[in-house]
């Protein structure tokens, strides 16, 4: 028995469960991480039928889009794992099941395919300014967690900017039919994110009508639909609903609706919330759950006494801010160049470390005055700061951690690093707005500390 089960672990570390559905390549599982406890979903492909229809290089291709999309309403890629026989993902377990269940029960309320829609949107532009276009959005492929939010699945048909031919447009046919655009159906190229965005608004009739806009029994008679954009809005849509889908199922991509003017539409923006979230030790988590992070609040200017016992202020258990965390003789060794260990595990050129006589306090109003001027989001935490920038690039908004430690008592460490977005844009901040706001606060604390009357001065 003992023997058995451990042969239904999966690489020792997953016990496998039912079966969640299969198609022609993979089939998904539900599993438990046995060490956390935690509930995944395991897609397991057959390497030997992936090579046999050359299919590997998608596969890989579909590993680095879930890698470089990492957002609420995007089911999340943990893990790959292979073996010589299988690869297997393994992904965040969405409990809820598909949209489309609940649709094949009835049209929604409204409000809540109103919720859908402004999390499917949020996910869709989110992909879109990191050059990720989905190409197959379906209720099918959306799905609900116990929490009744959306998170956009199956990326196995998406193309990343760079499959572009040089006349900026893609040419490859795909998409489930119902859903496809018109200029798909002509075979002339097409703009991936004009495709999404219409197949966005068809998820959108669904959920509001309980049928598709465009149906025929005859494929080729639906498709005429299609690229004529024959459909009709139930009486029971709102006009301002109406319009948008007038927008967004436009037959004319020139002129179809994007998605910047998507969210500063009427019916769209009633209730909606930008999501905030981050990127911590590699776990997405959204603000407002974090509780234990305070964000933009006024720092307390306490600062400890000579004399005053640091193992007392430690904890952070005064009123001031807790203690820097004190650095050894070894942490002071990997600081110097010449023992400088830290490019085994980061990108190099993704650190810097300054040194500064200023109390904790300063350190983080000056790191706050510096996000200011860039319109930088700050979130603190005891003696770790956050600078989170809100332009979408290609690699997501460029996040930087600073983390402050105790060299002497009166030194100490600022510990620079980058945590997301691009490192050039990362380079260009700290060299214009990071190094010199950081040296101008060296230079006004050794200015200060030479006004002060020395011990011989009578």
Not at 31 to 50: H, Q, T, W
Not at 228 to 252: A, V
Not at 269 to 297: A, M, P, Q, R, W
């Amino acid at each position: 028995m003992a023997e058995r089960k451990k042969q239904e672990l999966l690489l020792g570390r997953y016990e496998i469960g039912k079966l969640l559905g299969h198609g022609t390549f993979a089939k998904v599982y539900h599993a438990r991480n046995i060490k956390s406890g935690e509930n995944v979903a395991i897609k397991v492909l057959d390497k030997e039928k992936i090579l046999k229809v050359g299919l590997m290089a998608h596969i890989k291709r579909e590993i680095s889009i879930l890698r470089r999309v990492r957002h609420p309403n995007i089911v999340q890629l943990f893990e790959v794992m292979a073996t010589k026989a299988k690869i297997y993902f393994v992904m965040e377990y969405v409990k809820g099941g598909e949209l489309f269940n609940k649709v094949a029960k009835g049209r929604l309320k409204e409000e809540v395919a109103r919720k859908y829609f402004q999390q499917l949107i949020s996910a869709v532009g989110f992909c879109h300014a990191r050059g990720v276009f989905h190409r197959d959005l379906k209720p099918e492929n959306l799905l609900l967690d116990e929490n009744g939010d959306l998170k956009v699945s199956d990326f196995g048909l998406s193309a990343v900017s760079d499959q572009m031919k040089q006349d900026g447009l893609f040419h490859t046919f795909c998409g489930t039919p119902a859903y496809v655009a018109p200029e798909v159906l002509a075979r002339k190229g097409y703009d991936a994110a004009k495709v999404d965005v219409w197949a966005c608004g068809v998820v959108l009739f669904v959920l509001m009508a309980g049928y598709l806009p465009f149906h025929d029994q005859n494929i080729m008679a639906m498709y005429k639909k299609i690229y004529k954009g024959e459909f009709r809005c139930p009486r029971w849509f709102s006009p301002d609903l109406t319009r948008l889908l007038t927008r967004l199922l436009d037959t004319n991509p020139e002129t179809r609706i994007t998605i910047p003017d998507i969210m500063e539409n009427r019916w769209f923006k009633k209730g909606f919330k930008h999501i905030k979230f981050y990127i911590e030790n590699d776990t997405l988590c959204n603000v407002e759950d974090d509780d234990d992070v305070e964000s933009e609040k006024s720092v307390s200017e306490t600062e400890s006494e000579p004399g005053d016992d640091p193992r007392k202020r430690r904890g952070g258990g005064g009123l001031g801010l807790p203690r820097p965390a004190s650095l050894n003789a070894f942490d002071i060794i990997s600081f110097s160049r010449g023992f400088d260990l830290s490019g085994l595990f980061e990108e190099s050129g993704d650190e810097s470390r300054f040194v500064s006589g200023a109390p904790v306090s300063k350190i983080i109003s000056k790191l706050e005055e510096i996000a200011k001027v860039v319109s930088f989001t700050v979130r603190k935490k005891d003696c770790r700061v956050n600078l989170e920038g809100t332009r979408e690039g290609v690699k997501g908004p460029l996040t930087i951690a600073a983390e402050i430690f105790e060299l002497t008592p009166s030194l100490r460490v600022v510990e620079v690093r980058k945590k997301g977005g691009d490192k050039g844009e990362y380079d260009d901040f700290c060299n214009r707005e990071l190094k010199p706001g950081l040296q101008k606060l060296m230079l006004e604390e050794s200015e200060a500390s030479d006004l002060l009357p020395s011990d011989t001065d009578e």
